[in-house]
């Protein structure tokens, strides 16, 4: 273990926390603002992580030029969300508004992750200041708290590409500049720009400015944190819908495309694979739910019907977790296909969570290739991706993944099955934390919230969150003994 450079993981780590204060400080003034007893605590948490942040900064060292492997990446990463969510826990527990350290950490890691899956049961009572942090920790989260400190810290040298690759999402990490600096520069301007045009939206509609910045914040994050225990629901707005709809389905893009729009090249978004299986996708189930409901009765209203169906099914592809109602209500065939939903999600490279679309993609081409192989066994027949030839070593290591994450969701319903969840609640919990998505099914769907499962469960749950969030091998690959070796 003393190959390791630990001291450039500390020093990242203690930026990264100065940076969360500072975060903490902007949730603080909203409190202040608003007259409320939490801001104490609040203070106290963004004073404890400021000055932890400086001391773990002062046990590094300024060397950022000294390479870094994968090993350290992988470390590093894994690392600051754990310990990030650990002082982000802070004020809702120095506050006494979630008053069980299980249940503060589960809330946090859970925004940090963009699960949005929650423990509270009053989100309406709760202090303006907590929820508006409650907001940031996912619009941080959304876009990854690596990519946001490469942006802002020059200082990581050559070692920028390592921790972007341990963080981001997709098969391939598709940059539009040499420079990874540069591509975390642009990706954050473009989810701040994004995030503001949505924000003037909702505030223009039924919400008022607090809840229009809480909602912008975990929208485009895809993390589905809101302001009110009955979501989207509470204001019973097809304006809020349509909005929203448009703006999860953004967060589901992958970002380097949305570049490439905003610079004016559109082709590059359209003639991509992974967007139009990820927008036919959407239209599809759409269809077939508005349909359904219809057909059975459910719904008489076309409109209305189509409405719902697409704000469902793009907040589920998503992983985004709003509702605009309980679809629990409409019967096993329905969340049977939003259970297909939170496995896919949407395109690498987004702020969605999953396996990602582009993954489905080349195993179904996979799998037609296997089938010509039978026919033609010599010939070479490889799997392409916007016309290009997808490596085979890509191909493996997709396999790989598949059978890892389809493993550990078979392993998460015994494990939580025996640790008293009932099925139908295990199996929610597992595919809802494991993917980021957030809504749970049974008894956790139906009341909205986790806070009734056991303790040991959450901290299992949070593990999967992570494990999800950073695409299984980077946390994995920490358990296994040739990790710590020479």
């Known amino acids: ?33 608003w007259h409320e007893a939490a801001g104490d605590a609040m203070l106290i948490s963004s004073t404890i992580t400021f000055f932890a942040g400086i001391f773990i900064r002062l046990i590094g060292t300024d060397d950022y030029e000294k390479p870094i492997g994968k090993r350290e990446s992988f470390l590093v990463v894994s690392l600051t969300w754990v310990i990030l969510s650990a002082f982000g826990m802070l004020p809702f527990y120095l506050s006494g508004a979630i008053p069980d350290i299980s249940n503060a950490y589960f809330e946090t890691m859970s925004g940090f992750s963009t699960t949005g899956a929650s423990i509270l049961t009053d989100i309406d009572s709760m202090p303006k200041g907590l929820l508006f942090w409650r907001s940031i920790t996912q619009w941080i989260g959304g876009i990854g708290i690596i990519v946001f400190a490469l942006a802002i810290l020059p200082m990581l040298g050559g070692n920028a590409s390592v921790l972007y690759d341990a963080e981001t999402t997709g098969i391939v990490h598709e940059r539009f500049t040499p420079r990874v600096t540069q591509v975390a520069k642009r990706l954050w301007l473009i989810y701040i720009f994004v995030t503001l045009i949505l924000f003037f939206l909702l505030w223009v509609g039924p919400m008022d400015m607090f809840d229009a910045a809480c909602h912008a914040l975990t929208t ?84 209305y019907a189509l409405r719902t169906s697409v704000f469902q099914v793009i907040s589920i592809i998503t992983t985004t977790g709003f509702t605009s109602i309980d679809y629990m209500g409409w019967g096993a065939f329905y969340i049977f296909l939003l259970c297909l939903l939170m496995l896919f999600c949407a395109c690498a490279g987004s702020t969605s969570g999953g396996i990602k679309i582009v993954r489905i993609i080349v195993l179904f081409k996979n799998a037609i290739n296997e089938f010509k192989r039978q026919v033609h066994p010599n010939a070479i027949l490889p799997v392409r991706l916007n016309g290009q030839v997808v490596p085979i070593d890509i191909v493996t290591k997709i396999l790989a993944f598949m059978f ?83």
């Not at 390791?4 to 202040?32: D, H, P, Q, W, Y």
């Not at 597992?430 to 009734?452: K, Q, R, T």
Request: proline letters at 2%; hydrophobic letters at 50%.
């Open 1 to 33: 273990m003393n190959n390791f450079n630990f001291r450039f993981i500390f020093k990242t780590i203690g930026f990264l926390l100065i940076i969360e204060s500072l975060f903490m400080m902007v949730a603080t003034v909203v409190s202040f603002y």
């Open 220 to 303: 485009l994050s895809t993390g589905g944190y809101s302001t009110k225990q009955a979501s989207i629901a509470y204001w019973d707005s097809p304006y809020l819908e349509y909005v929203l709809s448009v703006f999860m389905f953004i967060g589901g893009t992958n970002f380097a495309l949305i570049f490439f729009l905003l610079k004016g090249v559109p082709k590059r978004l359209l003639k991509d694979e992974e967007f139009r299986w990820y927008g036919a996708i959407c239209l599809i189930f759409s269809v077939i739910i508005a349909g359904s409901l219809i057909l059975s009765g459910q719904m008489d209203d076309v409109g």
């Open 404 to 486: 890892l994450y389809l493993a550990i969701l078979v392993v998460s319903f015994l494990i939580l099955s025996f640790m008293g969840l009932e099925f139908e609640e295990s199996i929610g919990a597992a595919i809802s934390c494991m993917g980021n998505v957030g809504p749970g099914l049974g008894d956790i769907g139906h009341s909205g919230h986790f806070n009734n499962i056991p303790a040991v469960s959450k901290w299992y749950l949070c593990f999967l969150m992570l494990t999800g969030r950073l695409e299984l091998f980077t946390v994995l690959s920490l358990f296994m003994p040739a990790f710590w070796k020479r």
